[in-house]
């Protein structure tokens, strides 16, 4: 495979991808299984290969590479729209691979005095992001961007733009939170949720920990 190759088909992916509006997420997981899967192969052209060779990287994945079944399920889907979007192969049913085991876990749920005392430590904006996500269910990015234009007091439901799979949805306001949320109008905020937040709101005790630190330092931490 030429070397310069491997930058091309790569530019062909990314540009199907935004095409279909995946997040950018996606995009650079996409786009590193894929040249993965060029160099475990000697840097062969993807489209010298077949199902032989995917199902072997997948395998070799699980077996040597050790990867739980997240990620081996996430470059099988990168390698199926490497060849049936970007390609235009359609692949058999890859039955020769060996899956990678997964992990049977239970989940951590908090309980509704831990949740109030983690939600009691927040101030400000992250408070309000941290309740909208607790009492709503939205998704972290979700909450970020959440726009006061977006939240209808009256009816007591929030929309959520470029939700998952870049669709909208509405969803529930609670009663407890609209109250807070009408005082968010007179915020130097009020026009939208700071996107660069979500580095710090990966999850409610994320949040804790970052808010934790910046009293105990006695001032506002250092971005970076």
């Known amino acids: 495979m030429d070397p310069s190759s491997a930058p091309r088909l790569l530019a062909r992916v990314r540009a199907k991808i935004r095409l279909k509006h995946y997040s950018i997420g996606t995009e650079q997981a996409y786009a590193d299984w894929i040249r993965r899967y060029v160099l475990f192969h000697g840097k062969r052209h993807p489209s010298a290969l077949g199902a032989t060779e995917v199902e072997a990287f997948l395998t ?39 899956r990678a085991k997964q992990p049977a876990r239970l989940p951590i749920v908090l309980t509704r005095d831990e949740v109030t005392r983690i939600l009691a430590r927040l101030r400000g904006v992250h408070a309000l992001i941290g309740a ?26 929030i929309i959520v733009r470029d939700g998952k799979g870049s669709k909208d949805r509405m969803t529930m306001l609670p009663d407890r939170l609209a109250q807070r949320d009408a005082e968010a109008k007179s915020t130097p905020h009020a026009k939208f949720m700071r996107a660069d937040l979500c580095t710090r709101l990966v999850s409610v005790l994320e949040l804790t920990q970052f808010h934790h630190s910046r009293n105990s330092s006695g001032g506002p931490l250092q971005n970076g």
């Open 60 to 98: 070799h994945l699980a077996v040597e590479g050790k990867v739980a079944a997240a990620p081996q399920n996430q470059a099988k889907a990168a390698l199926l729209f490497l060849y049936r979007e970007v390609l235009a192969v359609e692949l058999p049913w890859l039955d020769n691979v060996t």
């Open 132 to 157: 909208l996500l607790y009492g709503t269910g939205l998704r972290v990015m979700e909450g970020v961007r959440v726009r006061v234009q977006d939240i209808d007091f009256d009816r007591r439901h």
